[in-house]
């Protein structure tokens, strides 16, 4: 590490290859926390190049312990997160508004890092058993709509970083990479990225893959439709900018989107959007995250009518009967 440590701090990069094997290196335990965390400052400092994330990412595919849901035809979403916004768990709702509206949902997330609550903080409160038991989320996804792949559990890597990852506190490339690397490879996904830069990076690599896929950043910051201001789309078909009024819906403050300080807090907000008595903000940013899932799933279909669709699944508590399934089988 010392040589690669080195060669970093005399600002050159690395090409694929090199990536790979050090995050190979960082699975396998061969680095000290020490090391580890002088090698993610880097990327502290600097941009990561498409190389190096490509690199990154091909290490942690190959170490992942894959989930075999081939029988269902699944979408993922989540964010980078990083965005330092401390945001309600718009995207574990929205995963579950996805699976009310009929669509199969295999859900990769985290415990928070850089926010007071990540989608495994909120799933582990709620009762959910963190399982890589592929019989368990197989009949989870038939019965429910959704299961839940918790990340550590998946990928060696990412487990043996994490000590680390809490300790510096702050986003770093791991963040990039953590939705680029569901262990049970679905066809389709939305991303939220924290950065246009990141927006781009992802663009080109998502390119060179089959999956059906959309990446999103709101233009003030959010790694997720916030509807605060205009939000960036990227698909393999189109690169534009939605203003919130172009999908039928008002512009929020910021604070209308905070995630509380607890995870007793974040939970209470959960159930409000689940039940259809959270705040409008709550609930159309939701909603509006859930059109454009859907969307990617059905590109035939128009946004509007996908936004229907997500709002239905709330109002109809289709999207609450898929989590409360989803909970009576963790019980």
């Known amino acids: 590490m010392k040589e690669i440590l080195n060669f970093l701090y005399e600002h ?5 290859d090199a990536a790979k094997k050090v995050l190979t290196n960082i699975a396998k335990g061969i680095y000290n926390h020490s090391q580890i965390a002088s090698f993610i400052s880097v990327y502290l400092m600097r941009s990561i190049t498409v190389e190096e994330l490509s690199g990154f990412r091909e290490a942690l595919l190959e170490l992942c312990i894959p989930v075999d849901l081939s029988d269902f035809e699944t979408v993922d979403l989540c964010g980078t997160g990083g965005d330092g916004k401390d945001t309600f768990n718009i995207s574990t709702l929205t995963s579950f508004v996805v699976a009310g509206a009929g669509v199969k949902v295999a859900k990769h997330g985290n415990y ?10 909120l799933m582990e409160y709620a009762g959910y058993k963190f399982s890589k038991d592929v019989t368990k989320l197989q009949t989870e996804i038939d019965k429910s709509g959704i299961c839940f792949l918790h990340a550590p559990l998946f990928n060696p890597a990412m487990k043996n970083v994490a000590p680390v990852r809490k300790e510096l506190g702050v986003k770093t490339f791991f963040n990039m990479l953590g939705p680029m690397v569901n262990p049970s490879f679905p066809s389709r996904q939305l991303v939220g990225v924290y950065s246009l830069e990141l927006a781009r990076i992802y663009a080109y690599l998502y390119q060179t ?11 003030d910051g959010y790694d997720e439709i916030s509807l605060t201001g205009p939000c960036k789309v990227i698909t393999r078909e189109l690169d534009r900018v939605y203003q919130p009024a172009e999908m039928g819906l008002p512009v929020y403050k910021a604070g209308e989107l905070s995630g509380g300080k607890t995870v007793d807090e974040a939970m209470n907000i959960f159930i409000k959007v689940m039940q259809n008595q959270a705040t409008n903000a709550q609930l159309d940013v939701v909603v509006a995250n859930g059109g454009l899932v859907l969307q990617t799933c059905y590109p035939d279909k128009d946004l509007d009518e996908c936004i229907d669709m997500s709002r239905e699944s709330i109002e109809s508590g289709s999207a609450f009967k898929a989590f409360k399934t989803l909970m009576d089988l963790n019980r």
Request: aromatic share 4%; proline share 0%.
């Open 209 to 219: 893959t089959d999956k059906q896929y959309t990446i999103v950043h709101s233009l």
């Open 112 to 121: 928070g890092v850089s926010s007071s609550c990540g989608s495994s903080n």
């Open 12 to 16: 050159k990069t690395l090409d694929r």
